[in-house]
């Protein structure tokens, strides 16, 4: 994996060049290509619920590691520390401005309950240093916003961190969120995502803090309309689909 000091050697950006439209231009082996081709990048004031900044931290205590180093293998390693129902599949360049992730996710229907609901979609990656990186969100994701991925050293101390500015993207998402379990289940996700990072780097026993602020507590009914790409109920009607797509082929083929 790259460095940011390598890439500006090569005349590389950390930031990715302004998007219109989500371009994708490989589909890596297992994601689902749904919900991304043709979509814009949405920040929070494209959003519909109120306005959330989320941070996730953990200390790495003894590690051996610089906190470049730590990043350099979150990066490399990112999909590994996902939880089994969330599936990332990056491209094949890796984590770089512009690169699109793909992401194949469950959700689960009602609180405390399995997550069977899928949910196919991806983010962007807009910004990358050595030691952080930023994706952003497009239309008809459960949340529009940005997630910040970084590991800061304080004083000798190493902490990894997650950090979203995001707000719910519609009204199904919205009450997913306060009702049905989707926001304890995200917060669960990041949680596993720092404690697997930490066990990588030999680090066991430290606790993942949150902290949880309301920026804006309006709701903003403009956006009522972004029910109309919402990814989730894309995804369950293309999965309810499948065999037809199934039988179609098959009555196609000479």
């Known amino acids: 994996m790259e460095t940011s000091d390598e890439q500006k050697e090569q005349g590389q950006s950390s930031w990715a060049r302004p998007i219109d439209q989500i371009d994708v231009k490989e589909v890596p082996i297992g994601a ?16 519909f619920g109120p ?9 790495l205590t003894g590690v051996k590691q610089t906190a470049g180093e730590v990043m350099q293998l979150w990066k490399a390693r990112f999909p590994e520390f996902q939880p089994k129902e969330n599936h990332f599949y990056p491209s094949m360049v890796g984590i770089r401005p512009g ?16 997550s069977v609901l899928p949910v196919a979609s991806g983010v962007v990656v807009m910004y990358v240093d050595d030691t952080s990186f930023t994706v952003m969100t497009p ?19 190493i902490y990894a961190q997650v950090q979203s500015m995001a707000r719910s993207t519609d009204p199904i998402y919205e009450l997913a969120f306060r009702f049905l379990g989707s926001s304890e289940q995200q917060e669960k996700v990041w949680r596993y995502v720092l404690t697997h990072l930490a066990t990588a780097c030999g680090v066991t026993g430290e606790t993942v803090t949150m902290e949880k602020i309301c920026l804006d507590n309006k ?3 403009s956006q009522v309309k972004n029910i109309w790409r919402n990814a ?4 369950v009607f293309f999965k309810l689909a499948t065999p037809l797509r199934w039988a179609g082929r098959r009555i196609r083929r000479p």
């Open 219 to 221: 709701i903003q009914w």
């Open 51 to 59: 306005l959330w900044q989320k941070t996730y931290r953990i200390h």
């Open 139 to 157: 239309e008809g994701f459960p949340e529009s916003g940005w997630n910040t991925f970084s590991v800061q050293d304080d004083h000798g101390e």
């Open 232 to 235: 989730g109920v894309k995804t």
């Open 32 to 47: 689902t290509n749904l919900n991304l081709a043709g979509r814009r990048l949405v920040s929070p004031l494209q959003g």
């Open 99 to 114: 690169e699109v992730l793909f992401i194949d996710a469950t959700v689960p229907a009602l609180p405390n309950t399995p």
